[in-house]
């Protein structure tokens, strides 16, 4: 499959590269021909055996390797510290020497180690290392460093020499750690080292000295790799010197230098003094954490503990608040928040603004990096021995040594007393080192063919993510790009790619709870996983986990990177233990909103190439809590609070001590019940009615109104979230949604996306404008008194749905048909009515405003059955792009059905013309139909019959208006085109796959693209994945298309696991799996119970014919039941015996004489046909006897087709004689 495919490909493109030598790509030229030159080959796995050291005396020593050729050629200003020839496998760094990377690089290629000493300035100076590889391939790297550090960054430069690079690194002047910036008071010189001089000075006379050593060649291209303060170092150098390099790899830059610092002291401080009422500790910090998790982590919709959209979230703190009684346990740390403390924590979330002239100074870190908090900003010091962090009751050293050193130069400044935002406007106009890099005009590096990837970890507590979101912003908009109608990204985004790496903090790992993947083979990853590591381990020059190499790909070959796999490993920092997890990150603004599966095949849309939002998509299921209500006045925050009525008493004296009803049993429960209910009363029997009978010469015309939520996280016309199903009624509504007098309608952009998205599919025209109109109608549902929609001009127009035979149309609709739809529009929910004894009716007004789409169809539908083929391909449809959210049962597709009769023959009659119609409110399925009747009915779930709601209203009876409150929505046609560009796969394009590929029967397809919401064609697929990657593993064939395994694969995941949610829901198995129902299978494809690799083990051992069928549905029954320790099914075949052991072909011969003993009969068929008195041989009664062996066998130990083998030879002895 694909993923076996990729993984061949990207080793042949690895090859490639390693292979290619120096040859000079196309469009550069190179000169020399020295003894460097030869084909390079591919670098030594890091898992390979240590190779020994030869004595000195053996090792060769390339020509210019020594101390006379350099300081023949070294400048006045720069003198030569030593030259070292490393030999392959040797190490080479400074030791314990070097403050800040004390930790040397091993296992390097065979090189010629350089280090030299360059005066800066009369006060100044500074060092910087260089590798030169044997075996060149023609590129120079340069190297960042991190934080305050001064030290040559031996351990980044390793990396690079693996892809024969020859790689430079400068200690910036200076030899200390990253928080130590005693070195810079009163040393102005020293600080323009920091700043930016030492690394330009470095990479000029590195690349100097490179193409002399290797005989005068010219490098073919330079690149960059830095995070931190390596980051800002990479910007700052493009920005001023563009010519430098071709390609930067930039991290988690702290680019704001002047304003980034300052801010880090003010977070500090916003935590201090540490013995007051609103410190936070960093064992309440923890506590903070894993509530962020549990409002957050599901809106991107997936539980993994991973926030992977902390934007779509809107953490209410408020819910950490300790009650009033509150005791604290003694000798235990609270698990609540004062409300002073609760204030410290939304200050450090929010971004700071210039409290005289409200200038933004930096934004507020992102929900999510708590864990980084203690030794990020509030001056933890960590503890290797104890694994904790403790804090000194000071801002973090990266903020106030910044003001004490390079500010001030006064190691005594009392931040208490004279911090304020004027030492931002200070630092403004100082610049101390020109550091800043602060320019976002880049066209002089996009010119010449520079290309830049920039990354950030959503988990960073040190540097915040949403900084470097805002210099790509502010990138964009130089480039003349609008970030609100997404105009003209292309300009920034051909040259220059965003990532936000989900869980990853500061430059590398993830917190330990999170577990997020985060390697991409950027500044530092390789060197915290050990010395002599490089790249990402076991993913070597591959460009898709390796962001360096997929820098190199884009500049020299022009592959564009659009995704990137991030890798975690199950031991944290140990590559050894094996892979814990990937995710694809992608390039902004696309995203993975479903993300977790690697087989993913493309950013913007999910792992069956189906389209996702591109940067606006919100997702549904976040748990936060209503921003806005926490503004509310008491009055209507008591409203809220308790479920309205609809009784003519007034809502004030409404009781306010109503309590909630029960939660409402499963809808599939409801509709059983009540089937049942109807089939004992005999109400359900046929009716021999004149109603129900067929007029000839009229035929049935219907056209469908299909209203369906769209999948968004905000409401259509104010802030409030958009809850899920069961969510407590009342909790999620703003003043507009009440119509409370002086509210007004706020449109929100976002709901468009996955509107245009669902349009588009339908192959409908998107009109420039679109404009609201209100549809007036009193009902209790609506608390305005009117809808608001688009009636006159609707934001699509003019598309069709095309449904096959497979979809299940009616055969006099033949092959296909095609369905007309005369407009799609956007439109706000009405209030949830819950029914109650008596004729109290109950309203939640969480569903008040929340945003719809309404899909017209032309009245083309002639057939009960084509209906309802439309309605569920329009459901698969909308699922696919991810548009809305699907599901009869939860309210979000909703199926209004307009019933008309004409004679045959007018069907070029216009709509106008046609008949009275009815129409039938809420339809789930389509069985029965009556006397038309202008008026609107309801239908009955598990009943054939409709109930009246009121007279059908005409256009005319709603006065329509155009909402006076509401502008025309302007949408511009980059966005459409965007979104048509990333719609993926639709479902007919699927269903072929599923049935070209696959060799599935067309029943069989839409039942996996179905069911489970469709989650459960991605199950099959994952399935699939894993099954293919172990037959591969074992050596075993794959086949491309059409083959068994595919065929097996889908049989259990829609037969076999169909028995097994049969028998639980049947509650034949209900015993011994309380609690469990059905699979609860997730958008992915996964199901907690019955993990795909889990069957997919299954699945291996029944192809490889280890385990027989019926050992194979037990072992799935195990799973099931979780009796399968760590989902080892291997293991638990060992471990009971469960190996399949055939029966030797004398044991079986000896079983097939006993089985056809008696069995005279069927003997008589087989003689008939060998006598020729049967022209067909009798495989039916082959196959009874085959099963017979399986029966009466020992159990276990007789295979099919060994059984059916002998017993063919058997049957032939006895025919022959």
């Not at 065979?110 to 075996?135: D, I, K, M």
């Not at 339908?762 to 420039?768: H, V």
């Not at 979780?1122 to 099914?1129: F, Y």
Request: proline letters at 6%; one cysteine or more.
């Amino acid at each position: 499959m694909t993923r076996i495919t990729a993984s061949i490909t990207g080793l042949v493109v690895a090859l490639a590269i390693v292979i290619q030598g120096v040859t000079v790509p196309s469009g550069r030229s190179g000169s020399g021909t020295g003894w460097w030159k030869r084909d390079i080959p591919p670098p030594a796995s890091s898992s390979a055996a240590p190779i020994s050291t030869p004595p000195l005396d053996q090792i060769p020593t390339p020509p210019n390797c020594n101390k006379v050729f350099f300081t023949n050629i070294l400048p006045p200003e720069a003198r030569l510290e030593n030259v070292t020839v490393v030999p392959e496998g040797g190490s080479h760094g400074e030791g314990k020497r070097n403050i800040p990377y004390p930790t040397d690089p091993t296992n390097l290629p065979a090189l010629c180690a350089v280090t030299v000493n360059v005066t800066s300035s009369p006060s100044s100076s500074y060092r910087f290392g260089l590798f030169l590889p044997t075996e060149w391939s023609g590129r120079f790297l340069a190297v960042g460093n991190g934080g305050f550090a001064g030290g040559i960054n031996w351990l980044d430069m390793a990396p690079g020499t693996h892809y024969g690079m020859a790689t430079v690194s400068s200690d910036l002047g200076h030899n200390s750690s990253a928080i130590d910036t005693s070195w810079a008071i009163n040393q102005p010189e020293k600080k323009l080292d920091w700043g930016w001089r030492a690394l330009h000075g470095s990479v000029v006379l590195g690349k100097k000295l490179t193409a002399a050593y290797y005989d005068g060649c010219d490098m073919f291209y330079s690149y960059y790799s830095g995070c931190s303060t390596g980051g800002r170092q990479g910007l700052r150098e493009i920005q001023e010197f563009p010519d430098s390099f071709d390609g930067v790899l930039v991290g988690a830059p702290a680019w704001w230098t002047s304003h980034l610092n300052n801010y880090i002291t003010q977070l500090g401080m916003y935590n201090l003094p540490n013995n007051t009422d609103s410190y936070v500790s960093n064992d309440l910090l923890k506590v903070v954490a894993q509530e962020v998790v549990r409002q957050c982590d599901l809106a991107d919709g997936v539980e993994d503990g991973i926030i992977q959209r902390p934007d779509l979230c809107e953490f209410n703190s408020s819910l950490l608040l300790c009650p009033s009684n509150y005791t604290a346990p003694e000798n235990a740390t609270a698990t609540c928040l004062t409300q002073p403390q609760i204030e410290t924590i939304e200050k450090i979330y929010s971004s700071h603004h210039h409290a005289s002239t409200e200038e933004l100074i930096y934004p507020g870190l992102t929900i999510g990096s708590e864990a980084q908090w203690p030794v990020g900003i509030f001056g933890g010091i960590p503890n290797k021995t104890t694994n904790t962090t403790s804090n000194n009751g000071m801002p973090s050293p990266y903020g106030l040594g910044y003001q004490r050193n390079f500010l001030f130069d006064n190691a005594t400044w009392n931040y208490t007393a004279l911090y304020s935002d004027s030492v931002v406007d200070l630092a403004d106009r100082l610049d101390p080192g020109r550091a800043t890099a602060d320019k976002y005009d880049i066209s002089a590096f996009k010119a010449r063919g520079g290309k830049m990837i920039l990354y950030h970890g959503l988990a960073d507590g040190l540097v915040p993510t949403k900084g470097t979101e805002l210099y790509y912003n502010r990138t964009i908009r130089a480039f003349g790009g609008d970030l609100t109608t997404l105009h003209n990204l292309r300009n920034t985004t051909e040259f220059f790619k965003f990532f936000q790496i989900p869980g990853m903090q500061h430059c590398w790992a993830s917190p330990p709870q999170v577990d997020a993947p985060w390697n991409i083979g950027g500044a530092f990853q390789a060197g915290v996983m050990g010395s002599g590591l490089y790249s990402v381990p076991g993913y070597e020059g591959r460009e898709e986990y390796d962001a360096l190499v997929a820098l190199r790909k884009w500049v020299e070959e022009g592959k564009e990177v659009k995704q990137l796999v991030a890798t975690s490993w199950r031991e944290g920092l140990n590559a050894s233990s094996g892979v814990r997890r990937q995710r694809k990150v992608c390039a902004w603004p696309g995203r993975y909103l479903l993300a977790g599966h690697i087989a993913s095949p493309g950013c913007l849309r999910n792992a069956r190439a189906r389209a996702r939002a591109a940067t606006l998509l919100p997702g549904n299921n976040a748990r936060a809590a209503l921003g806005p209500s926490r503004q509310l006045q008491p009055r209507l925050q008591q409203q809220q609070a308790r479920y309205l009525t609809t009784e003519t008493t007034p809502l004030a004296a409404a009781s306010t001590t109503t309590t909630p009803p029960p939660p409402a049993a499963p809808f599939r429960k409801q509709l059983k019940e009540q089937a049942k209910a109807l089939k004992k009363s005999g109400a359900n029997k046929k009716k021999k009615s004149s109603d129900n009978q067929t007029v000839p010469g009229w035929e049935l015309t219907v056209g469908i109104e299909i209203h369906a939520q769209l999948n968004t996280s905000h409401k259509l016309f104010s802030p409030a979230a958009v809850t899920s199903f069961n969510d407590s009624p009342n909790t999620h509504v703003a003043p507009f949604d009440l119509a409370l007098p002086g509210s007004q309608p706020l449109f929100q952009p976002a709901t468009l996306v996955p509107a245009i998205r669902a349009a588009l599919a339908l192959n409908c025209a998107i009109q420039p404008v679109s404009r609201f109109d209100r549809k007036h109608y009193f009902h209790w549902d609506q608390p305005a008194g009117y809808q608001i929609t688009q009636f006159y001009e609707p934001f699509a127009r003019d598309g069709y749905i095309t449904l096959y035979a497979r979809d299940g149309i009616a055969a006099e609709d033949g092959e296909q048909i095609q369905i007309g739809v005369k407009q799609v529009q956007m439109e706000q929910d009405t209030a949830k009515t819950i029914a109650q004894p008596g004729e109290v009716q109950w309203l939640d007004f969480n569903r008040v405003g929340v945003p719809l789409i309404e899909i017209i169809t032309l009245p083309e539908i002639h057939h009960p059955a084509t209906a309802a083929a439309l309605v569920r391909k329009v459901q698969m449809v909308l699922g696919s792009v991810d548009a809305c959210v699907s599901g009869l049962e939860e309210g979000g597709l909703r199926a209004d059905v307009n019933v008309s009769v004409r004679k045959v023959g007018e069907g070029g009659k216009p709509i106008g013309e046609l008949g009275q119609r009815t129409e039938i409110k809420n339809l789930s399925s389509f069985k029965a139909r009556g006397k038309s009747a202008r008026r609107t009915r309801g239908w009955s779930l598990g009943s054939t019959e409709t109930r009246r709601l009121r007279g059908k209203e005409g256009e005319v009876d709603y006065r329509y208006m155009p909402d006076p409150d509401l502008g025309p929505v302007v949408i511009g046609q980059d966005l459409v085109q965007r979104l048509k560009e990333t719609m993926g796969i639709l479902p007919d394009e699927e269903a072929d796959g599923l049935m070209g590929r696959y060799g599935l029967s067309a029943k069989d397809a839409l039942a996996l693209m179905l069911l489970d919401g469709g989650a459960r064609v991605q199950y099959f697929y994952n399935v699939l994945d894993s099954l293919e990657e172990r037959l591969a593993g074992e050596g075993q064939a794959v086949p491309e298309k059409g083959a068994e395994h595919a065929t097996l694969a889908a049989n259990w995941c829609l037969h076999e696991l169909g028995k097994l949610t049969d028998s639980v829901s049947s509650g034949s198995e209900s015993s011994s799996l309380e609690g469990l129902e059905g699979l609860q299978m997730t958008p992915q494809g996964e199901s907690p119970l019955v993990p795909s690799s889990s069957l997919a083990s299954i699945l291996f051992h029944l192809h490889s014919r280890t385990i027989t069928a019926k050992v194979a549905k037990d072992l799935l029954w195990a799973v099931y039941r979780g009796e399968v320790p760590d989902q080892d099914v291997t293991g638990y075949i060992d471990t009971n015996n469960l190996w399949f052991k055939e029966l030797s072909e004398q044991e079986y011969t000896k079983l097939a004489d006993e089985v056809l003993q008696g069995e005279g009969k069927v003997l008589g068929e087989f003689k008939k046909w060998k006598e020729g008195k049967m022209k067909a041989y009798p495989q039916g009664k082959l196959m009874y006897l085959v099963g017979k062996m399986m029966r009466e066998g020992p159990e276990g130990r007789v295979e099919a087709s060994g059984a059916e083998k002998v017993l063919r030879g058997v049957l032939e002895r006895f025919l022959e004689g």
